[in-house]
C-alpha cells in the first residue's frame, strides 16, 4: 500500500557505510554543529531503498530522525529496509507529478535528500533517443517534481540535498544519458537555491563518485577499478 509501513521482520544486510566515500560528504550535514542536526526533525529519502540511498537512511535512522523512504517497485526490499532501520515507506514513482505531489501531502518533511536515479550505458552513436529522454526522466525530471514540491511545502529554514554525480562535472565515456541528467541536477539546484533563500531553505548537491550498486554490475572489472581510483574521498571516517 502507497505510504503504509509494513511491520513484518525481515533480515536484511544494510549497507556498511564504509563501502560509500559519498557518506563522508554526507556526514557533514548531520554533523553536531549542523543546523540539519538541530532542526530537521523529519526526512524525506527519495529512491531510499537504493544502495546509497538505504545507507543515508541507515545513517539517519541511526541518530534519530524520523525518515520515510521511498520506493517504486520492489516492495520486498523496501520491507527489509523498514525492518533494519525502522524507517517509514511510501510507494512513490518519482516522475509522475500525481504521486510527488500526493508523496508531500502524506509525508509533510522538514527536510529532502532525492537520490532517485538511473544509469544507461552506451556511447553516444549507439543510444536511443528514447533510453536518452527515459534516463533524462528518471535523473532530472524527478528531481525537479521532488524540488517544487519541497519549495512549495518544506517549513522556513528547511533543507534540500539533490544526489547528483561527478560524472556531471567531469563527463565519463559511456555516460552522456546519465551526465545530462546529472547535469541538470546541478542547474536546478543553483536556481532552486536562490528561490528558497527568502525562506531560508538550504538547496545543495552531493556529486559522489563510484559506488558499486545495481548499476554498476555491468561494467567490465578494469573499468570498476579505474572508476573506484577517481574517487577524491576513500575512507569516510
Known sequence: KSGAPSRTPKVVKTPAPSKFPALAAFKLAVSRNSPFSHSMKKVLVTGGTGVLGGALVAHLCARNFAVTATFCRD??????????????????????????????????????????????????????????????????????????????????????????????????VGQSAYG??????????????????PRKIAVNALLPGFIESDLSREISEEIRQKRQSENLLRDPN
Do not use: W, Y
Request: net charge neutral; charged share 20%; aromatic share 6%.
Open 75 to 172: 516492495f520486498e526490499r523496501a520491507q527489509r529496509l523498514e525492518s533494519a532501520t525502522n524507517c517509514a515507506i511510501f510507494r512513490c514513482d518519482a516522475t509522475r507529478e500525481a504521486e510527488v505531489e500526493s508523496l508531500f501531502e502524506n509525508v509533510a518533511p522538514d527536510a529532502v535528500i532525492h537520490c532517485v536515479g538511473a544509469n544507461f550505458d552506451a556511447i553516444l552513436p549507439r543510444i536511443s533517443a528514447q533510453n536518452f529522454a527515459k534516463t533524462l526522466e528518471i535523473n532530472a525530471l524527478s528531481a525537479f517534481l521532488a524540488t517544487r514540491e519541497a519549495l512549495r511545502k518544506l517549513p522556513d529554514g528547511g533543507q534540500i540535498l539533490l544526489v547528483s554525480s561527478r560524472v556531471a562535472r567531469v563527463g565519463m
Open 180 to 197: 545530462a541528467g546529472k547535469g541538470a541536477v546541478l542547474g536546478l539546484m543553483k536556481t532552486a537555491a536562490l528561490e528558497g533563500a
